[in-house]
C-alpha cells in the first residue's frame, strides 16, 4: 500500500478532494477521489504487469500454481481502475489488489521453495537402493571393521531418507498453501465482481467485501509466516 501512495495522481486527487471539502464543493472532492483512486489502480495494474525476480526461475509446474493469484491480481486492479468514479468499490479493490501483490510474491517465493524441494527428493530412489545395499551387505560383512563401515553407511542413508520424508511434508504443505490462497483470492475477486455490476450503492454488500479483505490480509500474514520459516529451514 505504500507504494500506492507514493504515486503523484494518488497525492493531487487525495488534495483535490480536500479542498473540495473545505470549500464546500462535492462534486470536486468527488472527482479528486476519482483521481486518486483511478492513479492508485493503475499504479497496480502496472506493477501486475512486471513478474518478480524468482518468476523467472519457477518451472512449468510452479508456474501454473501461481499463475491464478496473478491473474486475480491484474483483476482487481482492472476493477479498481473500471470503478474510479464509485469509492465504494474502489477503494476495496484497490486495497485488495495491493494486497494481491504481496500475496502472489509471497506464493511465488514459497512456488520456488517447494520446486527445490522436489529436486533434492528426486534423490529417494537411489538413497533407498543404497540403504537396501548396505543392509544386504551387513548380513555377508565377515569383519567387524567391515560391518561398522556398513552399519555407518546404513545409518546415513536413513538419515538422509527421514530428511526427505520430511521434504516431502514441507512439499505437501506449501501445495495446500498455494492451492489457499488461490481460494482466498478468487472469493474476493468474486466479491468486489459483483459490488462493481451492482447498479446501485445501497445494493453492494460492504461488510462482506471488508471480511473478505480482511481474510485476504490475515491470510497474506501466514505466508509471510510460512516464508519466514522457509528461510530458518534453508540455512
Given at each position: 500500500m505504500?507504494?500506492?501512495?507514493r504515486r503523484p495522481g494518488v497525492w493531487l486527487g487525495l488534495a483535490l478532494a480536500a479542498v473540495g471539502l473545505v470549500i464546500g464543493q462535492p462534486l470536486l472532492a468527488l472527482g479528486g477521489v476519482a483521481v486518486a483512486l483511478g492513479s492508485a489502480a493503475f499504479g497496480a495494474l502496472r506493477r501486475a504487469e512486471v513478474d518478480t525476480p524468482e518468476?523467472?526461475?519457477l518451472g512449468a509446474e510452479g508456474r501454473s500454481?501461481?499463475?491464478?493469484l496473478r491473474d486475480a491480481q491484474r483483476r482487481l486492479s482492472e476493477l479498481a481502475a473500471q470503478n474510479a468514479g464509485r469509492p465504494e468499490v474502489a477503494v476495496v479493490a484497490t486495497e485488495a489488489a495491493a494486497e494481491a501483490e504481496t500475496v502472489v510474491a509471497r506464493a511465488?517465493?514459497?512456488?520456488?521453495?517447494?520446486?527445490?524441494?522436489?529436486?533434492?527428493?528426486?534423490?529417494?530412489?537411489?538413497?533407498?537402493?543404497?540403504?537396501?545395499r548396505a543392509e544386504r551387505l551387513l548380513t555377508e560383512a565377515k569383519s567387524d571393521a567391515e560391518r561398522q563401515a556398513l552399519e555407518a553407511a546404513r545409518a546415513s542413508r536413513t538419515e538422509q531418507l527421514k530428511r526427505l520424508d520430511e521434504a516431502q511434508a514441507t512439499v505437501d504443505a506449501l501445495s495446500a498453501r498455494l492451492r489457499q490462497a488461490e481460494a482466498v483470492l478468487g472469493e474476493l475477486t468474486a466479491s468486489v465482481t459483483a459490488a462493481s455490476v451492482s447498479a446501485q450503492a445501497q445494493a453492494i454488500d460492504r461488510e462482506a467485501l471488508d471480511s473478505a479483505l480482511t481474510g485476504l490480509r490475515s491470510f497474506g500474514?501466514?505466508?509471510d509466516e510460512a516464508a519466514a520459516m522457509l528461510e530458518d529451514r534453508q540455512r
Open positions: 505504500r507504494g500506492v501512495l518468476a523467472g526461475e500454481l501461481v499463475r491464478p511465488t517465493e514459497i512456488a520456488l521453495a517447494r520446486q527445490r524441494l522436489k529436486e533434492t527428493i528426486r534423490g529417494r530412489g537411489l538413497a533407498e537402493t543404497e540403504l537396501g500474514t501466514s505466508l
